[in-house]
Nanobody, 123 residues
Framework: VQLQASGGGLVQAGGSLRLSCTASRRTASNNALGWFRQAPGKEREFVSGISWRGDTTSYADSVKGRFTISRDNAKNTVYLQMNSLKPEDTAAYYC?????????????????WGQGTRVTVSS
C-alpha cells in the first residue's frame, strides 16, 4: 500500500490547514488509519487515529479540541483538519495504515507509512 499525503504548508499561529492522505488501494478501507508527526530532533508522536468505520476516533491531548480526523473509504482517503494552529504544531506529518480495524495510538500497530507532509506554524 502506498500513501500520498498532501496539504502541508506555512501558516500563521491561529490559522488552519487540512491534510489529506490517499491510499493506493482499497485495503486501507478495512483498516484503522492514523496521523503521526515528527518535529526536528524529536521522536515521532501520535496525533490522531480513526477506526475503519470512522465511528471511533482518538487524539493526543496536545491537539484535542483543535484537530479533527475523518475518512472517506470510497476515496481511500483520511483527512486531518487542523485549527487554531500553534508554533509547537510545526512538524512533518505522516499518515499511516494500521494492521487492525480499531483505532490505535501505538506506532507498532501501523504497518504502512506515507512520506510525510511538512507543516510550519509561524508565531
Amino acid at each position: 500500500v502506498q500513501l500520498q499525503a498532501s496539504g502541508g504548508g506555512l501558516v500563521q499561529a491561529g490559522g488552519s490547514l487540512r491534510l489529506s492522505c490517499t491510499a493506493s488501494r482499497r485495503t486501507a478501507s478495512n483498516n484503522a488509519l492514523g496521523w503521526f508527526r515528527q518535529a526536528p530532533g524529536k521522536e515521532r508522536e501520535f496525533v490522531s487515529g480513526i477506526s475503519w468505520r470512522g465511528d471511533t476516533t482518538s487524539y493526543a491531548d496536545s491537539v484535542k479540541g483543535r484537530f479533527t480526523i475523518s475518512r472517506d473509504n470510497a476515496k481511500n482517503t483520511v483527512y486531518l483538519q487542523m485549527n487554531s494552529l500553534k508554533p509547537e504544531d510545526t512538524a512533518a506529518y505522516y499518515c499511516a495504515v494500521s494492521r487492525y480495524s480499531v483505532a490505535s495510538s501505538r506506532r507498532e500497530d501501523f504497518q504502512y507509512w506515507g512520506q510525510g507532509t511538512r507543516v510550519t506554524v509561524s508565531s
